[in-house]
């Protein structure tokens, strides 16, 4: 509730992003230490260094989410609680990049999309699916 309070007196948690990623900032440990304690009062680990497009929005705000540093998001994309999007970090693994998600796709709760991915345009994601493979644009997935 604190955190809620000081992002809100800073122009939102957006702005306390943008402000985390300016570089030679006096002040840039005191917005990435905000952020991440917003995001630990939501049970969250979304990533400042997260690049996404306009539009991104978390219809049942920033619950339970995991989102790795690398991941690219389009713009206009939906996602919400409890989605996992990460690098899969095992020793062995191949795929240790980040996923890439594309413009207009919709994420449901639960969905796990781990490793070196690629989901296309207007994808809809949905509740607690594991992507395994790239998805091609304009594709549903149950």
Known sequence: MISRILVTLFGGIWKVKKKCLAKGSFFSKFY?????????????SISYKVNHGEGLVFPRGMKQIVIAEDVNIG????????????KDLLTDSTSAQAPT???NCVIYPGAKIIGNLTIGDNVIIGANAVIENNITDNTVVK
Not at 32 to 44: D, P, R, T, V
Not at 75 to 86: A, G, L, M, R
């Open 101 to 103: 998600i594309g413009n």
């Open 32 to 44: 990435i230490s905000l952020y991440n304690y917003y995001q630990f009062e939501h049970g969250s």
């Open 75 to 86: 713009s206009n994309c939906i996602i919400y609680q409890q989605v996992t999007i990460d």
